[in-house]
């Protein structure tokens, strides 16, 4: 499995998950406070994709230009970027129209029974 993510385990939950992760999280959060359309977090989080590449490469040694690696990291980077920004939209939707819509679940919203 190493070989595929192009770095060891430690180094992916550590650099990935967590810093660009987080990163990531606060991105979607911004791009839906924003109103922006959820497709921005799939080209933003190939950005913070070849960012996390190359952190990996140069911090731990890892390679560098690897598809696979580049492919699994930004994967993960997108899908946290996207729960983020539909629990922020779902959030959103809720508290600025609340005569509208209430919370059905944790990332959705449905109208109020009238």
Do not use: C
């Not at 060891?8 to 606060?26: D, E, N, Q, R």
């Amino acid at each position: 499995m190493e070989d595929l993510l192009g770095t060891s385990w430690p180094v992916f939950i550590g650099l990935t998950v967590v810093l660009f992760g987080g990163a990531s999280f606060l991105m979607g959060q911004a791009l839906a406070e924003t109103w922006r359309p959820a497709w921005q977090n799939v080209l933003y989080g190939l950005m913070l994709g070849a960012a996390d590449r190359f952190l990996n490469f140069a911090l731990f040694g890892g390679e560098l230009l690897t598809i696979p690696g580049y492919v699994i990291h930004s994967a993960v980077l997108v899908a946290i970027a996207l729960a983020a920004y539909r629990l922020t939209q779902a959030h959103k939707m809720v508290a600025q129209y609340p005569w509208l819509y209430e919370r059905a679940g944790l990332f959705g919203w449905r109208e109020k029974a009238r």
